[in-house]
């Protein structure tokens, strides 16, 4: 593999430089290249099951993404959105306007001021194509292996297979003179949009909590590049400096619209143990004056992995499946997961009616054959018991 598509793939998101390019005419090949890049990449995560498709939640975000983009002074063409399923906090565009955002960000943000603080610093990146500033003045120079180690870490533990070589490569972030100026554009044109710039500070302040354990390494951009202290003082900063009172949070069209994504992510995040970021979220989803039947299953799943030990996790996972079931009597895995709660709990009457329905349910389920045998096996024990 050449040094010189490893350039452009790791590019894509601006984590290789190349150097000071001779002419205009080069110029305008390596960038016809960082696009031609881009849009393999975009294709790839086309196909891949690594993007969470939803599809209310992308005509949600194409919204606010159209009116915060119709702020800025562009021609460069209609940016596009995607949503992977990871947990880690990440967002990164590309040359040719696709933005990414990780499931995990999404989760984190409470309205859609933040969120479109967020989109206009990725599409001012990409406005003022920071992409090739990069390119021009640096070379050979590996800032991160980002994308690498999220692939590794979580996109194909999801299950989502290998996207294409160009993906496996992305950076943390860009110079600091340029993460500085989208900050302002992005500002510029959240509060141009109708936003409340005062919640735009939060959208840093944020990834300064540490999620998890402190010996857990987040690879991503938003995690050190540059310290999100410092973009915090800058956003304060620019909102001290702003003329603009008031504006929209839309709070609760934002949770309307990632619901979803939310639910998603605290089953990605249980699945890397990251037991306090999934417990925030799924007090988040409780809270909810509407809150469902899967707000409470995965509360029941939280309380099963990572509550208290022993017959009190049981008790407090049982609960939570119960009223699942009461809210959606057609939840099959929380007809499931109370059986097995009851099993361990030694309500063996319950639990086989709670197993047959989740079998009725169900019919295809994978364990059918495990499931239909703690059936018999607590049958009989009622049997002998008689």
């Known amino acids: 593999m050449s040094a010189r598509w490893l350039a452009a793939a790791a590019l894509l998101a601006c984590g290789l430089v190349a150097a000071p390019l001779a002419s205009e005419p080069a110029r305008k090949a390596e960038e016809h290249a960082l696009w031609e890049r881009a849009a393999q990449w975009e294709t790839a995560l086309q196909k891949s099951d690594a993007v969470l498709r939803d599809p209310a939640l992308q005509t949600y975000l194409d919204e606010v993404t159209a009116k915060v983009y119709a702020q800025m002074d562009s021609t460069q063409g209609e940016p596009r959105v995607y949503v992977l399923r990871h947990p880690l906090i990440n967002a990164f565009a590309a040359p040719n306007g696709l933005v990414v955002l990780h499931s995990g960000i999404l989760a984190r943000l409470e309205n859609e001021a933040e969120l479109a603080t967020l989109l206009g610093h990725e599409l001012a990146h990409f406005v003022r194509r920071h992409s090739l500033l990069e390119s021009r003045e640096r070379r050979g120079v590996t800032r991160r292996e980002g994308l690498a180690r999220a692939l590794s870490l979580g996109l194909y533990s999801l299950g989502s297979g290998p996207l294409e070589a160009a993906v496996e490569r992305h950076v943390s972030g860009y110079s600091r003179q340029l993460e500085l100026e989208a900050d302002r554009l992005g500002f510029e044109a959240m509060a141009g949009a109708g936003y409340d710039v005062r919640a735009s500070v939060r959208m840093f302040e944020v990834v300064l909590l540490d999620e998890e354990e402190p010996t857990i390494v987040d690879p991503f951009y938003y995690a050190d590049h540059p310290s999100m202290e410092a973009r915090a003082e800058h956003y304060r900063e620019l909102i001290a400096r ?18 979803g994504a939310l639910e998603q992510n605290v089953k990605d995040d249980l699945s890397f143990a990251r037991v306090r970021s999934a417990r925030r979220s799924i007090d988040r989803l409780l809270a909810a004056a509407d809150a469902n039947a899967e707000a409470h299953f ?24 119960a009223r699942a079931t009461e809210l959606d009597p057609e939840h099959a895995a929380a007809w499931r997961a109370l059986g097995l709660a009851q099993r361990e709990l030694g309500r063996a009457a319950d639990a086989v009616r709670s197993l047959e329905h989740a079998l009725e349910l169900a019919p295809d389920a994978l364990d059918r054959p495990i499931l239909e045998a703690y059936v018999r096996e607590l049958q009989s024990e009622a049997a002998r018991r008689r």
């Open 242 to 259: 702003s003329r603009q009172a008031g504006g929209e949070l839309a709070g609760e069209r934002y949770f309307a619209a990632v619901r």
């Open 298 to 321: 995965l509360d029941g799943e939280w309380q099963r992995l990572a509550g208290e030990p022993g017959q009190a996790g049981a008790v407090a996972s049982a609960a939570a499946y």
